[in-house]
Structures are given as C-alpha cells and as structure tokens.
C-alpha cells in the first residue's frame, strides 16, 4: 500500500513539474515576440531605422518629413509595450519612466498617448497623419492600412 502511495505521489510531482515546465516554455516563447513598427502612410517612410524610432518614442525627434509625429503607446504592465521598450529603446518599464518625468519636467514635453488595445492602436495611428506606433506580429492582422517600417526581434 505504502509504495502505491509513494509511486502516485512521486507522479503527481512530474506531472506538476511537467505543468510548471510548460507554462514556462509558453511564457518564454511568448515573451520572444516579434514587435512591428508601423506608421500612417502619410507619415512618408519606407523605413526606420532603430535610432530613429528611438528617438521618436523619447521625445527627442517631434518631426518627419515635415509632419510633427504622433507616437501611440500601450499601458506599462502591457507585455507588447515591455518587449517595445526591450527590444527597440534598450530600456526596462522603470527607465523609461524615469525618462518621461524628466523630460516632463524640464521641457514640460507630453509623453506619448498610451492605448488599452491594439484595435485603438491602430485607430489612433490612422487618424493622426504622424501616427506612429507598434504591434506584436500577432496583432498585425488589426493593421490594415498602416506602414510596418521597423521589425524587432527574433
């Protein structure tokens, strides 16, 4: 009775330890996302290189071709906004903060719009001729329209 006992036990352990396992695979390849960064056409580029889409996204650059830029971004606690800031500003949640309460302060610059979701991501990017925003290479189906200039990651 005893080792029945200790041989189901010791299998609900790998069946745990599988479980656990897997979500962790799961969260790893999810966390790998590729990011797309997209604009409104009218924006004028083709492309963007990483520096320039940093720059944008930093408050630095506030112009393209002529017309004033219009970054979207998503909540901090958002995976594709993380993975953003990872991939294409080289930045954590924190750092990027810290960033925009400094510019806010000495430049009294306005961080960019910040979106729930990435249908709204999309709205606001097409309706604003300097839209310019990202996506997780799921979500690009939601994208109709817009200009994918930059891809980051895998």
């Known amino acids: 009775m005893r080792t029945s006992i200790r041989i189901l036990l010791e299998n609900l352990l790998w069946t745990f330890a599988l479980c656990v396992a897997a979500i962790a695979a ?30 944008i996204f930093l408050g630095e650059k506030e112009y393209w071709n002529g017309t ?13 906004m993380q993975e953003f800031l990872r991939l294409g ?40 001729p300097g839209g310019i925003g990202f996506l997780s290479a799921g979500d690009m189906a939601e994208a109709d329209g817009l200009r994918p200039v930059l891809r980051l990651g895998p």
Request: hydrophobic residues 40%; without cysteine; aromatic residues 8%.
């Open 68 to 80: 004033r830029v219009y970054p979207v971004t998503f909540p901090e606690g958002s995976r594709v």
């Open 89 to 128: 500003l080289g930045m954590t949640i924190n750092e990027y903060r810290s960033w925009w309460i400094k510019r806010i302060f000495r430049r009294a610059d306005v961080p960019p719009q910040s979106v729930s979701t990435p249908e709204e991501a999309v709205e606001v990017i097409r309706s604003h």
């Open 26 to 55: 799961g969260t790893i390849a999810r966390a790998a996302d590729e990011i797309v960064v997209v604009v409104n056409p009218k924006v004028g580029a083709e492309t963007m290189t990483a520096d320039q889409v940093r720059a």
